[in-house]
């Protein structure tokens, strides 16, 4: 900051105020600005979280003074579910592109862990929509519906006995990603003591655990007092409506009670008048451009990080450098680092050559051994073989001679028997 503060002295010592002879006409840019805004509409987005029947729609509708017909939400549903409805609406000759997102189910989970994933999740994809849309070679940005969230409603249990740990995990998963305004809802459950005793126990909690909610700017001397005054009413307590109800010949947003009716506007039964005022009718811009500028350009920071693998538009010492000595200082340490690369991989090759080749001489040997182990056997069992054959020859001729000895000798007798018998 330093750094920049110095440059931008320098740039104004270089700067020269001189006296106009007459009107040249730029005077008017303000009026040609707002006329070019007029003609092309404003968009607002409200992100709207909180339990189920606490009344988001009602305040909806109370906000705006219209009925946005939406349906009831059931209590069964398994996860958090994030439905967007956008609205096309005029005042005067303003004409507003309002999107309205509701988390339907948030909080009726029994596991409540990860309730929060949903929301982020969402939020996160706005924003990489838009940078898409930024990073392409032709932008519409000028048609392009902005669909990231400008402000979270937040939507407080009226329980006055401080926040649940789900709301302490969302808002703190949320607060560098969007503008949160706590609200407390069904403020005309809980009596005025125990309502500001409530409001005191929301703001501790919120600080204790490092949860940065929106604060309305005081940078303006048109608003800064009044923004002022409400950055202490923080968080606002609300009641919404859809009925009428007659007060004094006027029919005004009302709840009726057997005891008695809670004026929707009157300052001294709820905030929903200031809430209005600061919302709507005095920081609507400013939460605008504070998401484009803050929440979105920390998501595109990050997300440019990411794409360009550590590329930068800054030194080490914070001063500019170009994108081409960038590459090329990227580009050296890749190559040195393929260099490596290559000579680890030749070496590591080399040794599993190397270990390759002793493994398959020791393969080569031991396939060795056992050809000469079966070569052995092989000659030992010819040899086993060759005796026996010639031991069954000897067999056979024994056998032979003795079976021509025999049949010698069975004539011999046979001529003898005979002359016995013819002596007679």
């Known amino acids: 900051m330093a750094a920049a503060e110095v440059e931008r002295n320098k740039i104004e010592n270089h700067l020269r105020t001189l006296n106009l002879s007459g009107n040249v006409g730029f005077g008017t840019l303000p009026d040609q600005i707002v006329s070019k805004a007029v003609q092309n509409g404003f968009v607002f987005n409200i992100l709207c979280i909180g339990e189920t029947g606490l009344g988001k729609s009602t305040l909806m ?119 949160i305004i706590p609200v407390i809802a069904k403020a005309d459950t809980i009596s005025k003591s125990e309502l500001q005793k409530f409001k005191t126990k929301i703001l501790s909690e919120l600080n204790s655990n490092g949860i940065q909610i929106y604060q309305f700017p005081t940078d303006d001397e048109t608003v800064s007092t009044t923004n002022a005054a409400m950055n202490t009413v923080i968080p606002f307590a609300v009641v919404g409506s859809r009925d009428f109800v007659k007060i004094a010949n006027k029919m005004m947003r009302s709840r009726q009670y057997p005891w008695g009716i809670v004026q929707v506007e009157n300052e001294t039964h709820c905030d929903f008048v200031k809430l209005r005022e600061m919302l709507i009718r005095t920081n609507m811009e400013d939460m605008r451009e504070k998401t484009h500028t803050k ?25 500019p450098v170009s994108f081409q000595q960038i590459f090329e200082a990227k580009r050296n340490a890749h190559v040195e680092q393929l260099q490596h690369d290559e000579d680890e991989m030749r070496q590591m090759f080399v040794v599993r050559v190397k270990e390759k080749e002793a493994e398959l001489k020791e393969i080569e040997r031991e396939l060795q051994e056992r050809f000469d182990k079966l070569k052995r056997q092989h000659a030992e069992e010819k040899k086993g073989l060759d005796e026996n054959r010639r031991k069954l020859e000897e067999d056979i001729l024994e056998f032979n001679r003795r079976k021509q000895q025999y049949s010698q000798m069975g004539s011999s007798h046979h001529t003898l028997t005979l002359g016995k018998s013819k002596k007679k």
């Open 295 to 319: 929440h979105y350009e920390l998501y595109r920071k990050r997300r440019l990080e990411q794409m360009s693998m550590g590329f930068t538009d800054v030194d080490s010492d914070n001063k």
């Open 61 to 179: 509708d109370s906000l705006f003074n219209t009925n946005f017909e939406s349906n009831e939400a059931p209590h069964t549903l398994p996860n958090v579910n994030l439905k967007a409805h956008t609205y096309e609406l005029q005042e005067s000759n303003v004409r507003l592109k309002l999107t309205i997102v509701d988390t339907v189910g948030y909080g009726d989970q029994i596991n409540k862990e990860d309730s929060h994933n949903a929301v982020v999740d969402y939020i996160d994809s706005q924003f990489e929509a838009y940078l898409q849309e930024e990073l392409k070679i032709k932008r519409t940005l000028h048609a392009y519906h902005d669909t990231r969230i400008h402000v979270c409603l937040y939507f407080i249990c009226p329980t006055g006995h401080g926040m649940k740990s789900l709301d302490l995990v969302c808002m703190k998963q949320l607060d560098t990603k969007v503008n």
